[in-house]
Structures are given as C-alpha cells and as structure tokens.
Nanobody, 133 residues
Framework: QVQLVESGGGSVQAGGSLRLSCAAS????????MGWFRQAPGKEREGVAF????????SYVDSVKSRFTISQDNAKNTVYLQMNSLKPEETDMYYC??????????????????????????WGQGTQVTVSS
C-alpha cells in the first residue's frame, strides 16, 4: 500500500502563490505516476498536473500551464506543486493521487493525456486552497 499526505494549502490573495507537498510512504515502487486533482463542491474532480515518477515527464491541464509546476524529490518520496498567479476560480480542495500500471507508465506526463480519477489507486486526504479577490 501507499500512503499520501498533503500539506501546504491555505488562503492567498489573487495573484499570490502557494506550494503544495505530497509525501508518499509505503510501497512506493508500485506507483509510477503521481499528481494533483482539484475539486469544488458539486463539480467533477479535475486533473491538474502529473509527473511520471520513473523519469521527469510532466503534464498539465491547459488552464494552469505556465503558472503551475510539478516536481519531485525522489530521495524524500515527495511531489510538489508550485502554484503561481492564483485565480479566485481556483479555490478548490486539492488532492494528491498515485497509481501504478502499464497504462500510466505510457501515458503519465504526456502532453495530450486526459487523466481520470479512476486511473489512480491511492489518494491523500486533500488540502484546501482558497484564493480571494
């Protein structure tokens, strides 16, 4: 099993920045893709940014490109999401996710990949991000 713990959420003004962290523990070798989803009440969970943990390939939803950066520290088994120029509409609960499969090994971090929540086996508890105008 893999356990995921998020941290770094909080409240910022529009245009501000936050850095989220996701610390993984357990049998992390079973996963080859980690990333972040976000969800507002009553809306679908949206994939935000993903990284192929066996390398350095990354992918982002179009709305956050050039503003968000996902990265990893392999020694610490931690994935980060640097979020800059935050917008009020990005007030959401942000969830870290991890999964391992042949499909993810091929798709994770590619430019045209549309991730599904069902591709991932492990989830953190979520961290709230609030952006005020």
């Amino acid at each position: 099993q893999v356990q995921l713990v998020e941290s770094g959420g909080g409240s910022v003004q529009a245009g501000g920045s936050l850095r989220l962290s996701c610390a993984a523990s357990g049998y992390t070798h079973s996963s080859n893709c980690m990333g972040w989803f976000r969800q507002a009440p009553g809306k679908e969970r949206e994939g935000v940014a993903f990284i192929y943990t066996g390398g350095s390939s990354t992918s982002y939803v179009d709305s956050v490109k050039s503003r968000f950066t996902i990265s990893q520290d392999n020694a610490k088994n931690t994935v980060y999401l640097q979020m800059n120029s935050l917008k009020p509409e990005e007030t959401d609960m942000y969830y870290c996710a991890a999964g391992g499969s042949a499909y993810l090994g091929r798709a994770c971090g590619t430019m045209n990949w549309v991730p599904s929540r069902f591709d991932f086996d492990y989830w953190g508890q979520g961290t709230q991000v609030t952006v005020s105008s």
